[in-house]
């Protein structure tokens, strides 16, 4: 594998904001698209259980809903695709089950191999049913694939806006997803970015590099 400039990833990382308004004319190319929907498929996860779901909203009139959910922000319309973060509810031995008959698949692999591993995971999941964490600790995991995606568009020229600012329940009565399960956590719409976006050229924000590590 060939790495890519350093300067190329800061200053993908500097140019990257949260979108506020998308230019709802310009769409991104399906190679372009392709990429990223990969770049979720690679997220890594704890385990490598990958407890979510990315649910793509195409339909105008679903995406119309889901910006009355995020109190009237135009992103989840406006953008070109608009990507839900979903984690799974209530996992339990039935997905770690799956997941083991995956890997032995995959990797060509008698199941029987995977037992050690299958009861750590199980004790695990168990551990965190038991002490009440189970969905947050899920919900972490799709916070990492968030990430991922994030810098990916970035790299890739791509706008993005992460937002938190909908109402989950009503959102995921909108997409179905109780019933399958799981739960809305994040919008992910991505596009490219309105010129009269008056965001965009404001100075980045962050505190300085020793403010923020710690050198033990």
Request: net charge neutral.
């Amino acid at each position: 594998m060939t790495s890519i400039p350093t300067q190329t990833l800061t200053e993908a990382l500097h140019w990257r904001y949260a979108t506020k308004k998308f230019d709802p004319t310009k769409k991104i190319p399906a190679e372009t698209w392709a990429a990223l929907q990969q770049s979720l498929v690679l997220a890594p996860s704890s385990y490598g259980l990958e407890p979510w779901k990315f649910v793509i909203v195409d339909d105008p009139a679903t995406r119309e809903k889901i910006s009355a959910a995020a109190y009237g922000q135009r992103q989840p319309v406006d953008c070109s695709h608009l990507v839900v973060f979903a984690g799974r509810k209530n996992m339990d031995a039935k997905d770690v089950e799956k997941f083991i008959t995956h890997t032995a698949a995959v990797r060509g692999l008698p199941k029987d191999s995977l037992k050690g591993y299958q009861d750590t995971i199980e004790g695990s999941v168990e551990r965190a049913r038991k002490g009440g964490y189970l969905d947050v600790w899920n919900s972490r995991q799709v916070y990492i694939a968030l990430g991922v995606y994030l810098a990916s568009a970035a790299l890739l020229g791509v706008d993005t806006c992460p937002m938190e600012g909908f109402d989950p329940a009503k959102v995921d009565e909108i997409l179905g997803l109780s019933a399958k399960g799981y739960g809305a956590l994040v919008l992910g719409p991505a596009g490219y970015r309105a010129a009269d976006d008056k965001y965009a050229g404001l100075a980045k924000v962050r505190y300085p590099a020793q403010d923020v590590f710690i050198q033990a």
